[in-house]
């Protein structure tokens, strides 16, 4: 049996391309560019201004490569986990968190991931694979909610930077006029710090960065993140003071805070070190205890008074509110749980 090749996640010259050597015509690149894109349809028998004619030929050829969530929870503050299949025996997980003024995706870009950091359930599963553009883009084109979603961060499973190629195709496709025509100051792609691969999406996307920092002080990074060992904060850093931003792209730091380990006020000064001269905002983040773990989160007199110390040096700090604690909406509990289930 031949097995339909998946459209989702093809660029306008591809789609093109297909027209062309299914006989259609050129324009039909364009139709199947906005019915993929832009409207709601799952089959291609639904895209009316296509002839019926070229409906049986995409059929007979093509898969959409649209994927309806096979989980769903949802908190009592409004959050909500997607389950998305991405092979057999294999899941990805997709947050949806309303706010006031915005609506984010959270979507991932892998199946599990190799570095293993020692607070992450993601890392517990170890690399699994790589999504495709088409699986990354289906995790907003296949949510109830996609028209709802004003802003799209990669920071689900996985590491963006592992995945590149894809990961920049589904940045084009979001942002082209043809794709999903999202401005790219409404995406933030998330790193550890993979330091060539994050040169290259600076040089290829507008897309803000954030950076997955934990401590300012090498010998504790590594302990937390393995990453360290291979590309080390400071030669992160470096890399980021070589770059132009600009007033509108944005450098963040995501610091997850500890008990006990990364809570200091050593560590507030040691950041406001390290940073000085770096335009730049600190998400900090209350840590999810999951099974296994001995980390645990500061009570909120510490976290507070960490944020209030780097705001007093200078250093913009938002305390990031915790959502979704209910349903597991920390990274790779849900398909953790889901894949143990079917083994």
């Given at each position: 049996?031949?097995?339909?090749?998946?459209?989702?996640?093809?660029?306008?010259?591809e789609l093109t391309a297909i027209a062309g050597e299914l006989g259609l015509p050129p324009f039909t690149g364009r139709q199947l560019s906005e019915?993929?894109?832009?409207?709601?349809?799952?089959?291609?028998?639904?895209?009316?201004?296509?002839?019926?004619?070229?409906?049986?030929?995409?059929?007979?050829?093509?898969?959409?490569?649209?994927?309806?969530?096979?989980?769903?929870?949802?908190?009592?503050?409004?959050?909500?986990?997607?389950?998305?299949?991405?092979?057999?025996?294999?899941?990805?997980?997709?947050?949806?968190?309303?706010?006031?003024?915005?609506?984010?995706?959270?979507?991932?870009?892998?199946?599990?991931?190799?570095?293993?950091?020692?607070?992450?359930?993601?890392?517990?599963?170890?690399?699994?694979?790589?999504?495709?553009?088409?699986?990354?883009?289906?995790?907003?084109?296949?949510?109830?909610?996609?028209?709802?979603?004003?802003?799209?961060?990669?920071?689900?499973?996985?590491?963006?930077?592992?995945?590149?190629?894809?990961?920049?195709?589904?940045?084009?496709?979001?942002?082209?006029?043809?794709?999903?025509?999202?401005?790219?100051?409404?995406?933030?792609?998330?790193?550890?710090?993979?330091?060539?691969?994050?040169?290259?999406?600076?040089?290829?996307?507008?897309?803000?960065?954030?950076?997955?920092?934990?401590?300012?002080?090498?010998?504790?990074?590594?302990?937390?993140?393995?990453?360290?060992?291979?590309?080390?904060?400071?030669?992160?850093?470096?890399?980021?003071?070589?770059?132009?931003?600009?007033?509108?792209?944005?450098?963040?730091?995501?610091?997850?805070?500890?008990?006990?380990?990364?809570?200091?006020?050593?560590?507030?000064?040691?950041?406001?070190?390290?940073?000085?001269?770096?335009?730049?905002?600190?998400?900090?983040?209350?840590?999810?205890?999951?099974?296994?773990?001995?980390?645990?989160?500061?009570?909120?007199?510490?976290?507070?008074?960490?944020?209030?110390?780097?705001?007093?040096?200078?250093?913009?700090?938002?305390?990031?509110?915790?959502?979704?604690?209910?349903?597991?909406?920390?990274?790779?509990?849900?398909?953790?749980?889901?894949?143990?289930?079917?083994?």
């Amino acid at each position: 049996m031949c097995l339909r090749k998946k459209m989702l996640g093809k660029n306008i010259e591809e789609l093109t391309a297909i027209a062309g050597e299914l006989g259609l015509p050129p324009f039909t690149g364009r139709q199947l560019s906005e019915w993929l894109y832009k409207k709601d349809v799952t089959l291609f028998g639904e895209m009316t201004n296509l002839s019926l004619k070229a409906r049986s030929i995409l059929e007979s050829q093509w898969d959409t490569g649209l994927q309806e969530p096979v989980h769903a929870d949802e908190s009592a503050d409004g959050t909500k986990k997607y389950l998305f299949p991405a092979g057999e025996g294999h899941f990805v997980e997709t947050a949806y968190i309303p706010e006031k003024n915005r609506n984010t995706i959270c979507i991932s870009s892998q199946v599990g991931c190799k570095w293993g950091c020692l607070f992450c359930m993601t890392g517990k599963q170890g690399f699994q694979g790589n999504l495709t553009a088409g699986e990354i883009l289906n995790q907003l084109r296949s949510l109830p909610e996609k028209n709802q979603v004003t802003n799209v961060v990669y920071m689900g499973m996985g590491e963006p930077m592992d995945n590149l190629d894809e990961v920049l195709r589904s940045l084009e496709i979001l942002t082209a006029e043809w794709g999903f025509a999202m401005s790219p100051r409404r995406i933030t792609v998330s790193t550890i710090g993979v330091i060539p691969a994050m040169r290259e999406f600076l040089t290829k996307s507008q897309a803000h960065l954030a950076v997955s920092l934990h401590s300012p002080f090498e010998e504790e990074r590594r302990k937390l993140m393995p990453v360290e060992q291979v590309h080390p904060i400071a030669e992160v850093l470096k890399e980021i003071r070589s770059w132009d931003f600009g007033r509108q792209r944005r450098v963040s730091f995501e610091y997850i805070l500890f008990k006990g380990l990364n809570d200091s006020a050593g560590h507030v000064n040691e950041l406001s070190r390290i940073l000085h001269g770096i335009r730049c905002r600190i998400n900090l983040i209350r840590f999810h205890p999951f099974p296994g773990t001995s980390l645990e989160s500061p009570d909120e007199p510490t976290i507070q008074f960490f944020g209030d110390r780097l705001n007093s040096k200078g250093i913009t700090t938002t305390i990031r509110a915790s959502r979704g604690e209910d349903i597991r909406a920390a990274c790779g509990l849900l398909s953790t749980k889901e894949q143990s289930r079917l083994r």
